[in-house]
Structure formats: structure tokens, C-alpha cells
């Protein structure tokens, strides 16, 4: 028996029984999903760091929706925040690196 204690995606138990294997699962409050997310993102961005990939980018934003959703907004009010804020101070297209000011 191999112990995981971690956030999984909805599918994953399915998953892993149409593999032929059993699992144990428990359905945990949205405060305590919150702690578990937590430590999901870290684990995300720890991967995409290590493999720097497009399936590691989308795992931390699936992450961050799920996040975002326990606190009560959805993809596209997440989204929106983004384009405003980018729209008022800009992206990070062009690598500007603020070493001091004056």
C-alpha cells in the first residue's frame, strides 16, 4: 500500500480503479480542500520549475482556478482581473528587471 495524503482531481479514483487497482478516498470541506490546494500549487510549480512545459503550466492554472473557486470566483472574473491588471501596468512580455530607484 503506497500513501499519497494529497489533492487529487476528481477523476483520479475512477482512474485508478479502471486500472484494476482500489484506493481510498475522503471528501474533505472547502477550508480543508483550501490547505490541500496550497500545497498542490507548490507541488505544481515545483514541476513546471523542473520541467518547464505547456501539460506543467496548465496544472498550476487548474490549480489557481480551484483555488480562486473556493473563494468564490470563477475562470473568466480570474481572467478579467488579469486583463485589467495588465491593461493598468502591463504584462511581462518585454523581461524588464527593476534593479533600483532614485
Known amino acids: 500500500m503506497k500513501v499519497y495524503d ?8 475512477e482512474i ?4 484494476g487497482n482500489k484506493c481510498d ?18 507541488e505544481e510549480v515545483s514541476e513546471l520549475i523542473e520541467d518547464k512545459n505547456l501539460e506543467e503550466i496548465a496544472d498550476v492554472m487548474e ?5 480562486a ?8 472574473d480570474v481572467l478579467d482581473k488579469r486583463d485589467e491588471k495588465k491593461s493598468a501596468r502591463g504584462g ?3 523581461n524588464l528587471v527593476l534593479k533600483s530607484t532614485y
Do not use: C, T
Open 69 to 76: 473557486s473556493k473563494y468564490g470566483y470563477n475562470e473568466k
Open 25 to 42: 478516498i475522503e471528501v474533505v470541506s472547502d477550508e480543508v480542500a483550501l490547505d490541500y490546494l496550497y500545497k498542490k500549487l507548490n
Open 63 to 67: 490549480v489557481l482556478f480551484a483555488i
Open 6 to 13: 494529497k489533492l487529487v482531481r476528481d477523476r483520479i479514483p
Open 92 to 94: 511581462f512580455e518585454n
Open 16 to 19: 485508478i480503479e479502471s486500472s
